[in-house]
């Protein structure tokens, strides 16, 4: 692998990576806005974009750090590490689809001294919330598939390069075209969003997110293949 093919690759591999399900389905339940034009924390639909570049980054840093270590040291992340963070990606997709759709069919919107605007779920008394940024979730997401699955596919890839500076801008280039794709596509998620049909493409984020974190439950636990 040349210099030139691995910056080819590696930005190519990057905008396809990103454009797998699970991932659409879990930036598409994290990008989240209201008719207002704000949402919980007032910045993801001001800004969807960020929400993508953020998923961007978080996945590449396990990815780069992995990659390396695979170059350098020859090390890699075992199977019995893998499968159970894929189980636990599934479990995040069902908690956000069930978070959207739970914002379709009753949310309340208040405000608690200097904190804006938000919404909690409510499940009778009980009032479930966090002051969180999206951008802090979808870092998080990111980084949970990052090691998950098909990005372990990835630092197998990297592990083939015949030396760091090959290694190095594969994974840059790459880098480049996840963080790019994603947060051109949450940009569009959110502008979708801003039109009359928003709770019904909230409704289809929300039962995306859970259909595919239990699908992605159901593979590790080999209940399918």
Known sequence: MSLATALVAGGALGARHALETDHLAAV????????????????GRAHPGLVGASWGVGHTLPIAILGLAAVRLGVSLPESVVRPVEAVVGVVLVYLGVRMLAGVVDRRKHAHGTHPLHRH???????????VHLHGDSLFVGALHGVAGSGALVVALVSTAPDLPTATSFLAAFAVGSVLTMAAVSALWGRALGTGVERALRAFAGVLGVGVGLLLIAEVAGVVG
């Open 28 to 43: 598409a339940t994290l990008v989240d806005g209201d008719g207002e034009g704000e949402s919980r924390t007032g910045t």
């Open 121 to 131: 779920l409510d499940v009778g008394s009980l009032s479930l919330g966090r002051h």
